[in-house]
T-cell receptor
Framework: KQEVTQIPAALSVPEGENLVLNCSFT??????LQWFRQDPGKGLTSLLL?????REQTSGRLNASLDKSSGRSTLYIAASQPGDSATYLC??????????FGIGTKLQVIP | DTAVSQTPKYLVTQMGNDKSIKCEQN?????MYWYKQDSKKFLKIMFS???????INETVPNRFSPKSPDKAHLNLHINSLELGDSAVYFC?????????????FGSGTRLTVV
């Protein structure tokens, strides 16, 4: 059974800092890993999708890496802004709809 | 806008009532899902439908009955609501049934049973 852990559970940083969010998973037989952000009272917004054959994906100030063999992914946020404040969720897909979510990292960027 | 949209956004109801949540996607995706996010923020899949056919039915009380009239719609009907049903319910879709191209989520329906 796949288990997904996200550390830290919460993070507070001053505006402008670069930061890293971590996601680890127990079963390395994955198809892809997707990072989402969830704003309070809102749905999940997809940020980056990394296929199992890829090592990283970039979108703007976001960079996600994947090390399948060690069961780890990181989401790097450069030059953080208050608008980045949200909960970041990692979702690991074993394919065929077997998706396991982490509980998320709640990020607060302080102006 | 291309999206997954679900209604209502908020639903407050009494125990024992029957309620429905509607979901529609205009992305042309083949597969749709219902997820439940409980008070501890865990997101768990409840059902998935591929081209109107049930693919996954996780351990969910049979008071929950999904209905897919076409591949763009997946509704969730809940009978005899209980306090423990209070949660946020998310609809999602994926391009095809493997989900290998990622998922698109709706904005959620916060259900409160009193």
């Amino acid at each position: 059974k796949q288990e997904v852990t996200q550390i830290p559970a919460a993070l507070s940083v001053p505006e402008g800092e670069n930061l890293v969010l971590n996601c680890s998973f127990t079963d390395s037989a994955i198809y892809n890993l997707q990072w989402f952000r969830q704003d309070p009272g809102k749905g999940l917004t997809s940020l980056l999708l990394i296929q199992s054959s890829q090592r990283e994906q970039t979108s703007g100030r976001l960079n996600a890496s994947l090390d399948k063999s060690s069961g780890r992914s990181t989401l790097y946020i450069a030059a953080s802004q208050p608008g980045d404040s949200a909960t970041y969720l990692c979702a690991v897909s074993g394919g065929y709809q077997k998706v396991t979510f982490g509980i998320g990292t709640k990020l607060q960027v302080i102006p | 806008d291309t999206a997954v949209s679900q209604t209502p956004k908020y639903l407050v109801t009494q125990m024992g009532n029957d309620k429905s949540i509607k979901c529609e996607q205009n992305l042309g995706h083949d597969t749709m899902y219902w997820y439940k996010q409980d008070s501890k923020k865990f997101l768990k899949i409840m059902f998935s439908y591929n081209n109107k056919e049930l693919i996954i039915n996780e351990t969910v009380p049979n008071r929950f009955s999904p209905k897919s009239p076409d591949k763009a719609h997946l509704n969730l009907h809940i009978n005899s609501l209980e306090l423990g049903d209070s949660a946020v319910y998310f609809c999602a879709s994926s391009q095809e049934w493997t989900g290998n191209y990622g998922y698109t989520f709706g904005s959620g329906t916060r259900l409160t049973v009193v």
